[in-house]
């Protein structure tokens, strides 16, 4: 908690910093790798940095953390930092990085707000970088403990193109690791300009097979950068390949228990959905569950026969549809998703996927059915700009 001098303050300059964190992150980044550009070649996603997600979502999680810590003291916003800490430990962020980011973070401030930035303001701030930055430290600390590993190696044993734009890779790590289904690892590649880009991609399968998958959409340059690591992978990699991945990380994982699941996905965010949904049949449950998927059409579906197959398997499961452009004859809906007419049982809890018009919709719907906020996860592919519109 802020101490009780340092909450006024934050209180009172809330507003002028949050009207002005956007440039404020602008100006940290700039000048940070400015000083330090082996962090733009080596660890942050040049793309995100290129098209400025990175600087919106990180504007975003700071003022929400010290929004929660005047507005709600005691109360965290556990899941944010939760997402945060999973994906600075996918990318192996260490303690001593923080120092760096506070460095260039704090003169950025100074440079943008000039002499509103007391040493009385300057303090409260800096309280509220280092309990953010503590907090995460701390959860990054359990996850690198738990998961007892940092890269390794995995040897690509086949490869499939799913769709001229997706291509799956069966992996067998070196070292055998387990992961929670809907879970994610990090590859990690060496691109033609010595750059070392990193970039997270869900594991496919369940944890139950004797490999892991990754299903890798290329991201192509249509009016945002191309997709470096993505490109590199559909152009270069082949069976027999060997990359360079992480443990397993990410808090979008199969919900415990018995209950009831909503599993609303679009396009490639059916990912972690076919992780889980596999887990329950491998396990042969017969759990309530609701399956919902939207893609632009049939043929842009992606690994759209097993999801049928899975589902077929799942006594107590039900699948419905939505295809922007669907084919004559299809079966489903036709359009965006609409879970207006789906029967969803009471005390469901929902996992969410897909690009964030998608789930911002969804979870439109879920509220006005009276699903609470604590039962709808998310997990989102790039910056969390879920945050930062919030």
């Known amino acids: 908690m802020l101490s009780p001098e340092s909450a006024g303050?934050?209180?009172?300059?809330?507003?002028?910093?949050?009207?002005?964190?956007?440039?404020?992150?602008?100006?940290?980044?700039?000048?940070?790798?400015?000083?330090?550009?082996?962090?733009?070649?080596?660890?942050?996603?040049?793309?995100?940095?290129?098209?400025?997600?990175?600087?919106?979502?990180?504007?975003?999680?700071i003022a929400a953390f010290a929004t929660a810590?005047?507005?709600?003291?005691?109360?965290?916003?556990?899941?944010?930092?939760?997402?945060?800490?999973?994906?600075?430990?996918?990318?192996?962020?260490?303690?001593?990085?923080?120092?760096v980011v506070h460095k260039y973070l704090f003169a950025a401030i100074g440079e943008v707000l000039g002499g509103a930035v007391t040493p009385e303001v300057a303090r409260a701030w800096d309280e509220v970088y280092w309990l953010m930055a503590g907090t995460l430290i701390g959860l990054e600390r359990d996850l690198y403990r738990e998961a007892r590993r940092g890269w390794t190696r995995a040897t690509v044993v086949e490869r499939r193109d799913e769709t001229p734009d997706v291509a799956a890779f069966l992996l067998r790590p070196d070292t055998p690791m387990s992961f929670r289904p809907g879970q994610y690892v990090s590859v990690r590649v060496t691109l033609p300009d010595g750059a070392r880009q990193i970039r997270q991609y869900s594991l496919s399968n369940s944890p139950e097979r004797?490999?892991?998958?990754?299903?890798?959409?290329?991201?192509?340059?249509?009016?945002?950068?191309?997709?470096?690591?993505?490109?590199?992978l559909h152009e270069r990699v082949l069976a027999g390949d060997v990359l360079t991945v992480s443990a397993p990380f990410g808090d979008l994982t199969l919900p415990e228990g018995d209950g009831p699941l909503l599993l609303a996905s679009a396009g490639i965010g059916l990912t972690p959905m076919l992780s889980m949904l596999g887990h329950l049949?491998?396990?042969?449950?017969?759990?309530?569950?609701?399956?919902?998927?939207?893609?632009r059409s049939p043929d842009a579906h992606v690994h759209r026969e097993e999801l049928t197959e899975l589902v077929a398997a799942l006594p107590g499961a039900t699948l419905h549809r939505w295809y922007e452009n669907p084919d004559p004859g299809h079966t489903g809906h036709t359009g965006l998703a609409d879970l207006s007419a789906i029967e969803l049982p009471e005390g469901l809890v929902a996992c969410l996927c897909g690009p964030l018009p998608f789930m911002r919709a969804v979870r439109a719907q879920l509220a006005e059915r009276g699903v609470p906020a604590s039962g709808i996860h998310y997990e989102v592919f790039g910056p969390d700009l879920w945050i930062a519109a919030a």
């Open 9 to 61: 303050t934050v209180r009172a300059t809330l507003p002028v910093i949050a009207g002005a964190i956007q440039e404020i992150t602008a100006r940290f980044y700039d000048t940070m790798f400015a000083d330090n550009p082996e962090l733009l070649r080596d660890l942050f996603n040049r793309g995100n940095q290129a098209n400025g997600e990175q600087r919106v979502a990180l504007a975003g999680s």
């Open 69 to 99: 810590l005047v507005e709600r003291p005691g109360e965290p916003p556990a899941t944010m930092l939760s997402r945060i800490a999973n994906k600075h430990a996918s990318l192996g962020v260490t303690e001593d990085q923080y120092a």
């Open 210 to 232: 004797d490999h892991w998958r990754i299903t890798v959409k290329r991201v192509r340059g249509e009016g945002a950068p191309e997709g470096e690591v993505s490109a590199w």
């Open 281 to 295: 049949a491998a396990t042969g449950s017969d759990r309530r569950v609701v399956v919902v998927h939207a893609d």
